[in-house]
């Protein structure tokens, strides 16, 4: 079983929340631009951001204009510039973007978090695709920034806790079945009460594919 064959079994249910996690931001944000769309001083940036987005050829350079602004909608411009370098697997400018977004002190934990995830998953998936290791610091980094009190989050940490290793065994071409980390971070994900059963199932396959692949 090649890597790429590995990478294909992984990740054809991380796209999915990957797609899921990004349109939970976005959704977050459009919440909060409706909120900051009625203040004045928003009132030009707004009408440049949604041309830009609609009509522009050039919109990574027209957003990069927008991001100057230091309002909400350079925020959004940065998410959408990232969607576009992931889309083009340009994962380096991604990655320091998701990390400037993090050092936003206007971002509340939820957004933080949210962001954190979506980096995440993003990062486990360049790693495969790049075949690559570079990234793995900066997975535990993002990680490490999601609030697991927060509802429904403590299941996708513990979720990204364990990828981030099997992509580390993976990567270094290690023994699954010989790794305790592993197989103790997959006993105490599927006998916790507090993860979902949709979350248990994903991790149960990964496990049972690296013991027997």
Do not use: P
Request: charged share 25%; glycine share 0%; net charge positive.
């Amino acid at each position: 079983m090649n890597l790429k064959n590995i990478q294909n079994f992984l990740f054809n249910n991380l796209k999915t929340i990957i797609i899921l996690i990004g349109f939970l931001i976005l959704s977050l944000i459009f919440f909060q631009i409706y909120n900051y769309i009625t203040l004045k001083n928003l009132k030009e940036t707004s009408i440049k951001f949604f041309n830009t987005i609609d009509g522009s050829e050039n919109i990574v350079e027209e957003l990069k204009k927008v991001r100057e602004t230091d309002s909400f909608f350079s925020i959004l411009s940065d998410l959408k510039i990232i969607q576009s370098n992931n889309n083009n697997d340009n994962f380096k400018v991604s990655n320091e973007l998701y990390k400037k977004l993090l050092q936003n002190n206007n971002l509340n934990e939820l957004y933080k978090s949210s962001i954190s995830v979506h980096a995440a998953y993003t990062l486990i998936n360049a790693s495969y695709k790049k075949n690559t290791n570079i990234y793995l610091s900066d997975i535990l980094y993002y990680i490490n920034n999601i609030n697991d009190d927060l509802e429904n989050f403590f299941a996708i940490k513990k979720e990204l806790e364990y990828l981030l290793l099997v992509t580390e065994i993976d990567l270094n071409k290690s023994e699954y079945k010989n790794n305790n980390k592993a197989n103790e971070l997959f006993k105490e994900i599927y006998n916790s009460s507090l993860i979902s059963s949709s979350v248990k199932q994903r991790v149960k396959k990964i496990h049972e594919f690296q013991l027997y692949k």
